[in-house]
């Protein structure tokens, strides 16, 4: 066991309680549908800095989520340490993180679960943007299933927060070499996905 994975597996339980039964009250829907084995990426929407450890929590200790977080919260005194144990990949987003695609891409392929916000940003309540092709990407490469995860906008603080976990699928099921314009609309099907999880 590596020491990301000690100090995750320590804290857990502590967060897991703070996080998802007594801040957001969360009630999850479609547990039944995360593959026990394998690796998979979950994709969702980004609102808020709670979103990357709500999804950790939710899909629970056997199922350690690495998520891609900025490298401006590595930077972060204590913060950045705290991400660093529990096995988050630091990417900067101002360039092509060659570093953070290969670490995604090493997880993949060894049967770690990843976690991306497609549209790489906090996306506020009324607002909307494009999504990058970073996670349709990564699944083509690895031959790995996508979860599309709904995670609502307008959380609030002591009040019950709906998370749904989509079916997993995945994006070329003929495995043939694809074209960055064939990935566009993979990548907004994506959004449609996790949105329509909402609805």
């Known amino acids: 066991m590596t020491p990301q994975y000690r100090l995750y597996r320590v804290q857990f339980p502590i967060l897991s309680w703070i996080l998802l039964r007594l801040l957001f009250r969360v009630r999850v829907k479609g547990l039944q549908n995360i593959p026990q084995t394998g690796g998979f990426i979950v994709a969702a929407e980004h609102s808020s800095n709670f979103d990357p450890f709500l999804i950790m929590y939710v899909f629970g200790r056997e199922h350690h989520i690495h998520m891609l977080t900025k490298i401006e919260a590595f930077r972060t005194p204590i913060i950045g340490s705290i991400l660093r144990g529990v096995g988050m990949i630091c990417v900067d987003r101002s360039i092509n993180d060659l570093a953070a695609i290969r670490k995604s891409l090493e997880y993949l392929k060894n049967g770690e679960k990843l976690g991306i916000f497609p549209e790489g940003r906090r996306i506020r309540e009324g607002e909307s943007a494009e999504a990058k092709l970073g996670a349709v990407r990564l699944a083509d490469r690895t031959n790995t299933p996508i979860l599309p995860v709904y995670i609502p906008k307008n959380k609030r ?34 959004m449609e996905k996790i949105r329509d999880l909402g609805r």
């Open 157 to 190: 603080i002591f009040r019950r927060t709906p998370i749904v976990i989509g079916e997993p699928y995945y994006i070329n099921t003929e495995r043939r070499r694809m074209t960055a314009e064939e990935y566009r609309p993979l990548a907004d099907g994506l």
